[in-house]
């Protein structure tokens, strides 16, 4: 097996000393002795952490975000994908938990994000309209449609703060809350088909714990 | 009429300050200029911009906080406050357009508003109890008290972020939609005396605006 290029090296201890602490506790002279790497090899790789976070959030695209072509069209799909990415976003968690303040700190990476995140909201759209079209929801309203859409806005970006404001110390479980909020505001939406499909998948979840 | 005292007018241009620029870019120095007063006097009541946006705080909850026996118990009581919510919430906008920041710089804030906030919590879901009671929601299980509260405070601490996230300007009628999305959350479970009362609601609403 190969070993890990340099600048991966480098992606993989800011990443743990970032979700460890926080970005301005953790400095790139801290993430270099990490390494046991010379401050020099470090910046010759990432100008500044500021490059560090942008490749991170990156990466963490790379990790979660589907080609429309790919996005789930069941209730089924659904359900896996969430659980999927609350595992991607717990161990990105530093960005979500930092998020305001990172984008406050560098206008490039605030100008990256509000196209990705523009672009986000698209697609969790598109999801929505495969679920009606594929009779897992029955939308009375086409604003129904915004409202979801900005439930899931609000849980992926919001729910760690959310937490937070409450004095409540932020873990993967209580972290993944946020999928359980849409799913819930998805719920009197959902048709017989669906509820019988989320009902299948929790009796084989339920089954697998056994095993 | 007597004059403002001057810890008032002091609050009172601090406010205006913060909301036009940001805590950050509006120093004591600034706030003591727009008041033609020295920084002396200023710091003579307030130790430093902390204690300023504390007292701001503490305002703001005067004007929004109700005692739990005077909680909305109908749906044209909760549509009222939410109206009266949004202005006050807008008239002192830098405090939740900067809520994350301002929580990380003063631990004396931060503890005061975790406690503020979880006694919000409790508020909300006395409301939705006591709307059931009353009729006006029809609630299919526990959980979805739950799920209506937090759906209250995501939309309450971060529709304003939300918003600038997806890079659009914030201004009073956008900044108010995080208000509707609670309503829009709230549809499912209102029962058709509910209804009748908000559609009477928007007939009285219309009218006033045909005068």
Redesign the interface.
């Given at each position: 097996m190969p070993r890990p290029a340099t600048k991966e090296k480098i992606l993989s201890a800011a990443l743990k000393l970032f979700n460890e602490k926080n970005t301005q506790a953790a400095t790139t002279n801290h993430i270099a002795a990490a390494l046991e790497m010379s401050p020099g090899n470090l910046h010759y790789h990432f100008k500044n952490r500021e490059a560090i976070v942008f490749a991170l959030y990156e990466q963490m695209l790379s990790k979660s975000v589907l080609a429309n072509a790919a996005l789930p069209s069941s209730i089924t799909q659904v359900h896996e994908h969430q659980i999927y990415l609350a595992k991607v976003y717990w161990a990105y968690r530093f960005f979500n938990r930092e998020?305001?303040?990172l984008?406050?700190r560098d206008p490039k990476l605030k100008t990256r994000?509000?196209k990705e995140?523009?672009a986000h909201?698209q697609r969790i759209r598109i999801v929505f309209e495969q679920l009606s079209a594929n009779g897992y929801l029955d939308i009375p309203a086409d604003?129904?449609y915004t409202?979801l859409t900005?439930?899931v806005?609000?849980?992926n970006?919001?729910?760690h703060?959310?937490l937070e404001?409450?004095?409540i110390e932020v873990d993967e479980a209580n972290f993944a809350g946020g999928f359980e909020?849409i799913e819930?505001?998805m719920h009197?939406?959902l048709t017989s088909k669906a509820l019988e499909e989320l009902a299948a998948l929790q009796d084989k979840n339920l089954g697998k714990k056994n095993i």
């Open positions: 998020l305001l303040f984008l406050s994000y509000i995140n523009t909201k604003h129904v409202q900005d439930t806005l609000l849980c970006q919001f729910w703060s959310h404001t409450l004095g909020h819930g505001a009197p939406y």
